[in-house]
């Protein structure tokens, strides 16, 4: 059967919660489904005008958080409220601190974030794309070392019911499984 192209389901989708500062310094976060990475040290957004794009504008700084179980209101709340009306950080209740590499709040309650300087901002296309220049983890989400993500339960957007969704088990081994075909 085809269906409507107008909204075309691409999945999966993720959960990235954008942290910055505002002009006075305060911290802002907004939720961004549309996002990948896109070389080993690099993240690619893509982002309509929101309070967040005048804040890295301003900054040439960003964290980038991961939605996870635990953290689905806060998560939602972020991409239903806008920094320009908003003290959205205090009103989901979260705490923060400055990250140590880029001017861009770090969100407590979130245990793995990223740190990113701009690498390119285009104010045509919304594309954003980050320098990965640190990243964050809970030690609670850690095996040996290795962000285990059985433990951080993070989760995915599905576009195609409006959903955030849980990710499932491992059901098989990457640059491996294929090789008994080859
Ligand atoms: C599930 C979900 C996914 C979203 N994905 C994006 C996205 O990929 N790009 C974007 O520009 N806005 C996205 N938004 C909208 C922003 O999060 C929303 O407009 C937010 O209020 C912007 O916050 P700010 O003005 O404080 O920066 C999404 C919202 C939700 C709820």
Same mark, same amino acid.
């Given at each position: 059967?085809?269906?409507?192209?107008?909204?075309?389901?691409?999945?999966?989708?993720?959960?990235?919660?954008?942290?910055?500062?505002?002009?006075?310094?305060?911290?802002?976060?907004?939720?961004?489904?549309?996002?990948?990475?896109?070389?080993?040290?690099?993240?690619?957004?893509?982002?309509?005008?929101?309070?967040?794009?005048?804040?890295?504008?301003?900054?040439?700084?960003?964290?980038?958080?991961?939605?996870?179980?635990?953290?689905?209101? &806060? /998560?939602?709340?972020?991409?239903?409220?806008? $920094?320009?009306?908003?003290? #959205?950080?205090?009103?989901? =209740?979260?705490?923060?601190?400055?990250?140590?590499?880029?001017?861009?709040?770090?969100?407590?309650?979130?245990?793995?974030?990223?740190?990113?300087?701009?690498?390119?901002?285009?104010?045509?296309?919304?594309?954003?794309?980050?320098?990965?220049?640190?990243?964050?983890?809970?030690?609670?989400?850690?095996?040996?070392?290795?962000?285990?993500?059985?433990?951080?339960?993070?989760?995915?957007?599905? &576009? /195609?019911?409006?959903?955030?969704?849980?990710? $499932?088990?491992?059901?098989? #081994?990457?640059?491996?499984? =294929?090789?008994?075909?080859?």
């Amino acid at each position: 059967m085809e269906l409507s192209t107008k909204i075309p389901v691409i999945t999966p989708e993720g959960v990235f919660i954008i942290g910055t500062y505002k002009e006075d310094g305060t911290p802002n976060a907004m939720n961004a489904a549309w996002g990948i990475q896109s070389d080993y040290g690099e993240i690619t957004l893509f982002l309509a005008k929101h309070k967040t794009t005048d804040n890295i504008k301003r900054t040439g700084a960003f964290t980038v958080a991961m939605g996870t179980v635990d953290t689905v209101v &806060i /998560s939602d709340y972020f991409g239903v409220e806008t $920094g320009f009306k908003a003290n #959205k950080i205090e009103q989901a =209740g979260c705490h923060v601190h400055k990250s140590a590499h880029v001017n861009a709040p770090i969100i407590e309650e979130y245990p793995l974030t990223l740190e990113c300087e701009v690498k390119s901002w285009d104010d045509e296309t919304g594309i954003l794309v980050g320098k990965i220049v640190g990243e964050q983890a809970d030690e609670s989400i850690l095996t040996d070392g290795k962000v285990d993500l059985d433990k951080m339960k993070p989760i995915m957007f599905d &576009i /195609s019911t409006l959903s955030y969704r849980a990710i $499932g088990p491992v059901v098989g #081994k990457a640059y491996h499984d =294929g090789l008994k075909l080859k």
